[in-house]
Protein backbone atom coordinates (compact mmCIF):
# COMPACT_ATOMS: atom_id res chain seq x y z
CA UNK A 1 0.00 0.00 0.00
CA UNK A 2 0.94 3.50 -0.74
CA UNK A 3 -0.08 6.94 0.30
CA UNK A 4 0.45 10.13 -1.24
CA UNK A 5 0.15 13.59 0.45
CA UNK A 6 0.70 16.51 -1.70
CA UNK A 7 1.65 19.98 0.09
CA UNK A 8 2.33 23.43 -1.59
CA UNK A 9 -0.69 25.10 -3.01
CA UNK A 10 -1.58 28.42 -2.31
CA UNK A 11 -3.35 31.85 -3.79
CA UNK A 12 -0.66 32.96 -6.20
CA UNK A 13 -0.52 36.21 -8.21
CA UNK A 14 -0.83 35.58 -12.35
CA UNK A 15 3.19 35.52 -13.00
CA UNK A 16 3.70 34.14 -9.79
CA UNK A 17 5.57 30.62 -8.86
CA UNK A 18 4.89 27.61 -6.53
CA UNK A 19 6.38 24.33 -5.97
CA UNK A 20 4.38 21.35 -5.23
CA UNK A 21 5.83 18.38 -2.92
CA UNK A 22 4.46 14.99 -3.12
CA UNK A 23 5.73 12.94 -0.61
CA UNK A 24 5.47 9.13 -0.41
CA UNK A 25 4.91 6.68 2.48
CA UNK A 26 4.61 2.78 2.49
CA UNK A 27 6.16 0.57 -0.08
CA UNK A 28 7.20 3.07 -2.76
CA UNK A 29 9.63 2.15 -5.05
CA UNK A 30 11.99 3.37 -7.89
CA UNK A 31 9.73 1.46 -10.50
CA UNK A 32 6.87 3.96 -9.93
CA UNK A 33 5.84 6.31 -12.14
CA UNK A 34 4.79 9.97 -10.44
CA UNK A 35 2.36 12.67 -11.95
CA UNK A 36 0.59 15.26 -11.46
CA UNK A 37 -3.04 15.81 -12.66
CA UNK A 38 -5.20 18.63 -12.15
CA UNK A 39 -8.83 19.55 -11.94
CA UNK A 40 -10.63 22.79 -12.61
CA UNK A 41 -14.23 22.89 -11.47
CA UNK A 42 -16.48 22.12 -13.75
CA UNK A 43 -13.48 19.75 -15.59
CA UNK A 44 -12.04 16.71 -16.05
CA UNK A 45 -8.98 15.41 -14.33
CA UNK A 46 -6.04 16.27 -16.78
CA UNK A 47 -2.38 14.64 -16.70
CA UNK A 48 0.02 17.95 -16.00
CA UNK A 49 3.33 15.78 -16.57
CA UNK A 50 5.02 12.77 -15.33
CA UNK A 51 8.13 11.17 -14.81
CA UNK A 52 9.62 7.65 -15.33
CA UNK A 53 11.17 5.66 -13.02
CA UNK A 54 14.48 6.47 -15.28
CA UNK A 55 13.58 10.10 -15.25
CA UNK A 56 12.42 10.75 -18.47
CA UNK A 57 9.59 13.31 -18.27
CA UNK A 58 6.42 14.41 -20.04
CA UNK A 59 4.11 17.39 -20.09
CA UNK A 60 1.01 18.43 -21.25
CA UNK A 61 1.16 20.92 -23.91
CA UNK A 62 -0.36 24.27 -21.89
CA UNK A 63 2.79 23.81 -18.92
CA UNK A 64 5.63 23.08 -21.26
CA UNK A 65 8.33 25.70 -20.90
CA UNK A 66 6.55 26.77 -17.61
CA UNK A 67 6.31 23.44 -15.17
CA UNK A 68 8.84 21.16 -14.22
CA UNK A 69 8.29 17.87 -12.56
CA UNK A 70 11.28 16.55 -10.94
CA UNK A 71 12.09 13.52 -8.05
CA UNK A 72 14.10 14.16 -5.38
CA UNK A 73 14.32 10.55 -4.19
CA UNK A 74 12.07 7.60 -4.20
CA UNK A 75 9.80 9.08 -1.70
CA UNK A 76 9.23 12.87 -3.07
CA UNK A 77 8.61 14.17 -6.28
CA UNK A 78 8.02 17.76 -6.79
CA UNK A 79 6.23 20.34 -9.42
CA UNK A 80 8.00 23.54 -10.04
CA UNK A 81 5.29 25.86 -11.50
CA UNK A 82 6.43 29.07 -12.48
CA UNK A 83 4.42 32.00 -15.00
CA UNK A 84 1.45 31.02 -13.09
CA UNK A 85 -1.76 31.90 -15.49
CA UNK A 86 -5.50 32.04 -13.95
CA UNK A 87 -6.18 29.10 -15.83
CA UNK A 88 -3.95 26.92 -13.68
CA UNK A 89 -6.62 27.35 -11.25
CA UNK A 90 -7.51 24.14 -9.84
CA UNK A 91 -6.86 21.15 -7.24
CA UNK A 92 -3.38 19.52 -8.08
CA UNK A 93 -2.81 15.89 -7.75
CA UNK A 94 -0.01 13.47 -7.15
CA UNK A 95 -0.50 9.68 -8.72
CA UNK A 96 2.21 7.09 -8.65
CA UNK A 97 1.53 4.26 -10.68
CA UNK A 98 3.42 1.01 -12.05
CA UNK A 99 2.37 -2.19 -14.04
CA UNK A 100 0.26 -4.45 -12.78
CA UNK A 101 -2.86 -1.94 -12.52
CA UNK A 102 -1.43 -0.39 -8.76
CA UNK A 103 -1.99 3.17 -8.84
CA UNK A 104 -2.47 5.21 -5.92
CA UNK A 105 -3.90 8.99 -5.35
CA UNK A 106 -3.27 11.71 -2.72
CA UNK A 107 -5.78 14.13 -1.83
CA UNK A 108 -4.66 16.79 -3.56
CA UNK A 109 -3.62 20.98 -2.87
CA UNK A 110 -5.67 23.64 -4.13
CA UNK A 111 -3.67 26.36 -6.55
CA UNK A 112 -5.29 29.49 -6.66
CA UNK A 113 -4.13 32.15 -9.46
CA UNK A 114 -5.87 35.25 -9.00
CA UNK A 115 -4.70 39.06 -9.05
Known amino acids: QVQLVESGGDLVQPGGSLRLSCVAS????????MAWYRQAPGKQRELVAL??????TNYADFVKGRFTISRYNTKTTYLQMNSLKPEDTAVYYC??????????WGQGTQVTVSS
Open 95 to 104: KASRSGGFEY
Open 26 to 33: GNIYSIYT
Open 51 to 56: ITPGGS
